[in-house]
Protein backbone atom coordinates (compact mmCIF):
# COMPACT_ATOMS: atom_id res chain seq x y z
CA UNK A 1 0.00 0.00 0.00
CA UNK A 2 2.69 2.44 0.84
CA UNK A 3 4.54 2.42 -2.45
CA UNK A 4 1.40 2.61 -3.87
CA UNK A 5 1.16 6.17 -2.58
CA UNK A 6 4.62 6.84 -3.55
CA UNK A 7 3.62 6.12 -7.11
CA UNK A 8 0.51 7.84 -6.89
CA UNK A 9 2.48 10.86 -5.25
CA UNK A 10 5.30 10.50 -8.02
CA UNK A 11 2.47 10.32 -10.90
CA UNK A 12 0.72 13.60 -9.39
CA UNK A 13 4.40 15.21 -9.66
CA UNK A 14 3.81 14.38 -13.27
CA UNK A 15 0.73 15.31 -13.76
CA UNK A 16 1.58 19.30 -12.34
CA UNK A 17 4.16 19.34 -15.73
CA UNK A 18 1.56 18.41 -18.10
CA UNK A 19 -1.06 21.21 -16.29
CA UNK A 20 -1.18 23.88 -18.98
CA UNK A 21 -2.71 27.01 -16.61
CA UNK A 22 -1.95 27.52 -12.87
CA UNK A 23 -5.55 26.45 -11.19
CA UNK A 24 -5.22 22.55 -12.23
CA UNK A 25 -1.38 23.31 -11.56
CA UNK A 26 -2.01 24.28 -7.78
CA UNK A 27 -4.47 21.73 -7.60
CA UNK A 28 -2.38 18.94 -9.10
CA UNK A 29 0.26 19.98 -6.59
CA UNK A 30 -1.65 20.02 -3.76
CA UNK A 31 -2.89 16.83 -4.12
CA UNK A 32 0.52 15.18 -4.52
CA UNK A 33 1.41 17.23 -1.29
CA UNK A 34 -0.78 15.33 0.52
CA UNK A 35 -0.08 11.83 -1.17
CA UNK A 36 4.20 12.89 -0.49
CA UNK A 37 3.25 13.28 2.96
CA UNK A 38 1.43 10.40 3.75
CA UNK A 39 3.78 8.32 1.99
CA UNK A 40 6.42 10.33 3.66
CA UNK A 41 4.80 9.68 7.07
CA UNK A 42 4.63 5.79 6.86
CA UNK A 43 8.19 5.36 5.57
CA UNK A 44 9.29 7.82 8.39
CA UNK A 45 10.97 9.83 5.49
CA UNK A 46 11.41 13.06 7.59
CA UNK A 47 13.27 14.96 4.18
CA UNK A 48 10.19 13.92 2.24
CA UNK A 49 7.33 15.12 4.87
CA UNK A 50 9.61 18.00 5.49
CA UNK A 51 9.55 19.39 1.89
CA UNK A 52 5.72 18.73 1.71
CA UNK A 53 4.76 20.17 4.89
CA UNK A 54 6.87 23.43 3.23
CA UNK A 55 5.44 23.58 -0.61
CA UNK A 56 1.77 22.60 1.12
CA UNK A 57 0.63 26.31 1.97
CA UNK A 58 2.58 27.79 -0.77
CA UNK A 59 0.96 25.80 -3.03
CA UNK A 60 -2.28 26.41 -0.45
CA UNK A 61 -1.08 30.64 -0.71
CA UNK A 62 -0.63 30.89 -4.55
CA UNK A 63 -3.95 29.49 -5.47
CA UNK A 64 -5.45 31.46 -3.08
CA UNK A 65 -3.84 34.46 -5.02
CA UNK A 66 -5.12 33.11 -8.56
CA UNK A 67 -8.48 32.93 -7.52
CA UNK A 68 -8.33 36.48 -5.84
CA UNK A 69 -7.21 37.96 -9.01
CA UNK A 70 -9.96 36.04 -10.61
CA UNK A 71 -12.22 37.82 -8.61
CA UNK A 72 -10.46 41.03 -9.24
CA UNK A 73 -10.35 41.11 -12.80
CA UNK A 74 -14.24 40.14 -12.96
CA UNK A 75 -14.74 43.14 -10.63
CA UNK A 76 -12.87 45.21 -13.70
Known sequence: ???Y???L???????TFCARTMI???AI??????????Y????HLYPVLLLHAV???????R???IFRLRGHVRKS
Not at 40 to 43: D, E, I, S, T
Open 1 to 3: MRD
Open 5 to 7: IGY
Open 9 to 15: ASVLVLC
Open 24 to 26: PLR
Open 29 to 38: ALASNVAFLA
Open 40 to 43: GGLL
Open 55 to 61: LMPVNVW
Open 63 to 65: LAE
